[in-house]
């Protein structure tokens, strides 16, 4: 069975550019997450969609927003691209809503800023 | 919301040693926690979580946790370690922030396992 799938793998992107990466999740799973990996440090909330619908998001300005679709896979978008948005972009999927259940990660997009 | 803190940024040790990576959690009610590793250029990868029940849990490849709720802590060990093994490696909490089921995170703390 495929596990999280992310695309693309890597991208360079310029100053104040827009950029959108994208999450499959595995198959029946229904929530998704976006998390934010800076160089050295542990990963950070952005958001989680549930059932198509945001349930929540972390300390991250309105640049960044997100989408969930009908087969439940998602997109992170990023706006106005600075370089400190340089990080690894992980997505997680979980089976249904709730902190018990597991949280499977992809491989995530290596996102630099120049 | 919770935190969570790794009190060791780097830990080296040789083959076939014994390892201990620490993790202490705010307190809680309830709360879930997990072990995820991380190799190099790549994603995380779940070692083991616990979610209730027995406080020791086994994971993956040979290393297990054992949770401590009077001291908040969930230690990570392995008897044996391998060349293998060197990662980096994140415990993290679960919980419920409003409406948002999110994983926090701690620091992190790198494995390097030598001859």
């Known amino acids: 069975d495929a596990g999280v799938t992310q695309s693309p793998t890597h991208l360079i992107k310029t100053r104040g550019q827009h950029v959108t990466l994208r999450c499959s999740p595995i198959?029946?799973?229904?929530?998704v997450s976006w998390y934010q990996q800076v160089l050295g440090q542990g990963p950070q909330f952005i958001f989680q969609y549930y059932e198509k619908e945001e349930r929540g998001r972390g300390n991250f300005p309105d640049r960044f927003s997100a989408r969930q679709f009908p087969n439940y896979s998602s997109e992170l978008n990023v706006n106005a691209l600075l370089l400190g948005d340089s990080a690894l972009y992980l997505c997680?999927?979980?089976?249904?809503?709730?902190?018990?259940?597991?949280?499977?990660f992809g491989s995530g997009t290596r996102l630099t800023v120049v | 919301a919770q935190s969570v803190t790794q009190l060791d940024s780097q830990v080296p040790v040789f083959e076939e040693a014994p390892v201990e990576l620490r993790c202490n959690y705010s307190s809680s009610v309830s709360v879930y926690l997990f072990w995820y590793v991380q190799y190099p250029n790549q994603g995380l990868q779940l070692l083991l979580k616990?979610?209730?029940?027995?406080?020791l849990v086994k994971g993956i490849n040979g290393f297990e946790a054992e949770f401590n709720k009077s001291q908040t802590s969930f230690h990570l060990r392995k008897p044996s370690v391998h060349i293998s093994d060197t990662a980096e490696y994140f415990c993290?909490?679960?919980?419920?922030?409003?409406?948002?089921?999110?994983?926090?995170f701690g620091t992190g703390t790198r494995l390097q396992v030598t001859l």
């Open positions: 198959s029946g799973h229904k929530s």
């Open positions: 997680a999927s979980s089976p249904l809503q709730g902190p018990g259940y597991g949280y499977t």
């Open positions: 993290a909490v679960s919980e419920l922030d409003g409406t948002a089921s999110k994983l926090t």
């Open positions: 616990y979610l209730s029940g027995s406080t």
